[in-house]
């Protein structure tokens, strides 16, 4: 006579057979196919007295749902998740500007050196972008040929360094703050000169600053950017709003320091310029200049992508072009 037990038990040999694998349909024909073992087994329930009938008709039920929900879940898990009878998707799908990663490289750098990321408006005023970091009014930057302004009176940035006015104001030193954007200038455009372009600038305050940190970070970072060992010089160069200052120079790959047509038969490639901020600086934002020294440096992105790339002119950059942008990822 069929009772429960028998239906309990062709649950756990269905359940085992799953879970060793066999076929979702092999298994669906042999338990609930017409003549698989379980419409077999219900067959027999009519033999059954009426109180029984009930009662074991009721656990059929319940098996039969279970185990058309394993072998649902069993036929679904053996469905390829992707469909090979697809027209293959031959789609380009492009990747990150190589100017935002440099960009990113550099933050990333950065901020292991112990900077942290700021963020200054591309539209600013004349103070942030020139007065307080001591450009002159006859500084050639202020000329308005050279420059961008809005009716207003504001300028388009002409440095990333435009952030410094503002951090050393609302931060107590010790700070180091990095910042990489877009700047305009209005240059003519050539091989080297675009008037939209991007700069990235640290600068730092605290105490006993000295020299040797700038030199040691901008090692690293010139080090870590190009992913090889480097060979620096500092030459003496004068920005209004370092006291000292110095441009870096570092050694050419392609020639180590011989000459060759990349570094212009000098040895030497331009990279950045840099210095110890002027004391003038730290004094007008209340800090004591024998206490407190300033680090800053800035450099554009796009010339050390070019070095990074081997990239000859500047205007690939902006040409859109994907022959040309898809050798750079
Ligand atoms: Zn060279």
Redesign the pocket.
Known sequence: MINQDQFDNLLVEAENEINNGADAAVLYHKYLGRNGKFSTMIKQITTLKTDERKVVGEKAKIIKNRLNYLLQIKTSSNQPSIDLTLPADLTAHGHQHPIETSIARLYQISERLGFVAAQSPEIENEDNNFEFLQIAKDHPARDMQDTFWTVDGRVLRTHTTAFQQNLIKNNHPPFAFVQGGKIYRCEAEDATHLSEFHQFDGFAVAKNLTFADLRGVLFQLIQDFFLRPVELRFRPSFFPFVEPGAEIDM???????????????????ELLGCGITDQEIIASAGLDPKEYHGLAFGLGVERFAMLYYGVEDIREFTRNDPRFLEQLV
């Open positions: 050694k050419c790959f392609s020639c180590t320091g011989r000459g060759c047509r990349s570094c212009g038969y000098k040895g030497w490639l």
